[in-house]
């Protein structure tokens, strides 16, 4: 799996959009962009994932560049209940070997503030 | 629906014990992985298990096994611990669908060595 670089941390505004980034210049043709957050005493949350679309769902917007090495996940109006850690996380779909398989790094801590 | 399930929610153990911690997936899914995740880490996988088979394992001694039950509950042992397997274990059940595969955590087992 490619590897991720993402801030150690960020802050936003309740209400504002929050926009996270994640760099994955050696990513493969077949690798997409996964997008988990692990809020504080709980198991890490599936948000979003994408190839080279932009992706939109009822939690978040995922918008990767043209050349793939970056993405950015958008959190549209911020709540305090978004303060999490967030994990870029870059791999094949799944299957075979890497059933079951994610690759965490230290992930970015967004802390949500009034 | 409920969630990944697993118990305890924390433990207390000493060194050179052995510990098992058990794990029950979301109904229907047949994948269950386990992680550790030192304190200010993000998570590090383990075991993956699929159908009652060991179809991947990450960088962990012998002393770390686990199995995966019929009804596709699993456990996590693991003997002769060390100060340093102070961790969140997480266990995850993951579904494959749309040709992608979506893994979903449970909240964890602390389990402090002393």
């Known amino acids: 799996d490619a590897k991720t670089t993402q801030p150690t941390s960020m802050d936003c505004a309740e209400g504002r959009a929050a926009n996270l980034p994640c760099n994955h210049s050696t990513i493969s043709g077949n690798e997409y962009v996964y997008w988990y957050r692990q809020i504080h005493s709980q198991g890490p949350q599936y948000i979003i994932h994408g190839l080279k679309n932009n992706e939109t769902n009822e939690m978040a917007s995922l918008i990767i560049t043209e050349d793939r090495k970056s993405s950015t996940l958008i959190l549209p109006h911020a709540t305090l209940r978004d303060t999490a850690v967030y994990y870029c996380i870059v791999r094949s779909p799944g299957g075979g070997t890497s059933y079951g398989k994610l690759t965490f790094g230290q992930g970015t801590i967004l802390t949500v503030h009034p | 629906d409920a969630g990944v399930t697993q118990s305890p929610t924390h433990l207390i153990k000493t060194r050179g014990q052995q510990v098992t911690l058990r794990c029950s997936p979301i109904s229907g899914h047949k994948s269950v992985s386990w992680y550790q995740q030192v304190l200010g880490q993000g998570p590090q996988f383990i075991f993956q298990?699929?159908?009652?088979?060991?179809?991947g394992r990450g960088n962990f001694p012998d002393r770390f096994s686990a199995r995966q039950f019929p009804n596709y509950s699993s456990e996590l042992n693991v003997n002769a611990l060390l100060l340093g397997d102070s961790a969140l274990y997480l266990c995850?059940?993951?579904?494959?669908?749309?040709?992608?595969?979506?893994?979903?955590f449970g909240s964890g087992t602390q389990l402090s060595v002393l």
């Open positions: 298990y699929y159908e009652k088979e060991e179809r």
């Open positions: 995850a059940s993951s579904l494959f669908a749309g040709g992608h595969e979506k893994l979903f």
